[in-house]
């Protein structure tokens, strides 16, 4: 997304009592965005660079109170609610680090020091990417939980209009502009590929969806729920709410089958077909073979309203799984039978 997107999504994130973590290469411009939210809302930003501290940085030194251990309050502890907590370079903080952040990240206090209510928190990171010196992957699900994920893209337009407005010298605007490829580095490695949906997740998205207009959902729901339901679910999930378009279970049992399917519908349901016969388990499979004929006969009906090409990948799909032992082959290898006539 670009730096306009991304700020505005933080910024509805933040507002919501939620956490973004914005992934992108060095120098995009992720601490400037949260710069100018700070100064858009007339909060204090706390930067913490995570990769230069250490546990009692965080945390706070232990001292003795009476007979007890109590640890003292950083330095860089916020001191209203007016104030942006931005925990930057997660991806170079040491383990132990991160695992003293997760308290902050849960419960909004670290031990005994609790966070002025309304804090806003926001963190970032490069990309998991061989280019940069990071201690290690951050691959936890539980961790990544979480955030709200924006991955960052520089835009061409969007930066010549910044360079425009920041004096930067014609010389280099005009090299850019002919010369794209040389804005910034290509190489991107998603972390969206690891986020599945959860309990939590669906919660965190509903937090932030109170906040936003009909319209908004509809211009940034896919990339909100992208960011913490991973590309999958988001993309079944703003179809249902944007489309009228049937599930699979909807179409292949009760045949609903809309009269008229743009290109881009058809395509979707081709994939919750496919979704749909994948992830098939062996009891279910066993419940469906007594009504393969049906199934078949809403498939017939569904194929005349798609592209051949999409729909020859479903029956690609079937011929592969009729291979496999079990209910789940018999029941494809009697849907490719009655379709094939």
Request: avoid cysteine; glycine fraction near 6%; charged fraction near 30%.
């Given at each position: 997304m670009t730096l306009l997107e991304a700020k505005t999504l933080a910024r509805k994130i933040m507002e919501s009592g939620e956490i973004p973590l914005l992934v992108g290469h060095f120098g995009v411009g992720k601490t400037d965005i949260i710069r100018e939210i700070a100064r858009e809302t007339n909060k204090e930003l706390i930067i913490l660079v995570l990769s230069q501290m250490e546990p009692g940085d965080l945390i706070g030194l232990p001292s003795r109170q009476e007979d007890k251990t109590v640890f003292l309050e950083p330095d860089w502890w916020p001191k209203n609610n007016q104030t942006i907590l931005f925990l930057d370079e997660i991806n170079r903080s040491h383990r132990s680090i991160r695992n003293a952040i997760m308290q902050l990240l849960v419960d909004k206090r670290i031990h005994n020091h609790i966070l002025p209510e309304g804090t806003w928190i926001v963190a970032s990171m490069n990309p998991p990417d061989e280019e940069y010196d990071q201690v290690d992957l951050i691959t936890d699900p539980a961790f990544l939980s979480r955030f709200f994920i924006l991955e960052i893209t520089p835009d061409l337009e969007e930066w010549l209009n910044w360079a425009q407005k920041n004096d930067i010298p014609n010389e280099i605007i005009k090299f850019i502009e002919k010369n794209p490829e040389f804005l910034y580095s290509s190489n991107h490695i998603s972390l969206k590929t690891t986020i599945k949906p959860s309990?939590?997740?669906?919660?965190?998205?509903?937090?932030?969806?109170?906040?936003?207009?009909?319209?908004?959902?509809?211009t940034f729901g896919y990339q909100l729920a992208s960011g913490i339901l991973g590309p999958e679910a988001a993309k079944i999930f703003t179809e249902n709410l944007f489309l009228n378009i049937p599930t699979a279970n909807q179409l292949l049992m009760e045949g609903i089958i809309p009269e008229k399917l743009e290109?881009?519908?058809?395509?979707?349901?081709?994939?919750?077909?496919?979704?749909?016969?994948?992830n098939l388990d062996e009891e279910n499979a066993k419940k469906l073979?007594?009504?393969?004929?049906?199934?078949?006969?809403?498939?017939?009906?569904?194929?005349?309203?798609?592209?051949?090409?999409?729909?020859?990948?479903?029956?690609?799909?079937?011929?592969?799984?009729?291979?496999?032992?079990?209910?789940?082959?018999?029941?494809c290898d009697k849907i490719l039978e009655k379709i094939s006539y």
């Open positions: 309990p939590r997740s669906w919660h965190k998205l509903g937090n932030v969806f109170k906040k936003l207009s009909d319209e908004e959902k509809k290109l881009h519908e058809a395509n979707s349901i081709i994939l919750r077909i496919i979704d749909f016969f994948s073979y007594e009504k393969a004929e049906i199934i078949a006969g809403n498939l017939i009906k569904f194929s005349n309203s798609v592209p051949k090409d999409s729909f020859f990948s479903l029956v690609r799909l079937l011929s592969e799984l009729s291979n496999e032992d079990g209910y789940k082959g018999k029941l």
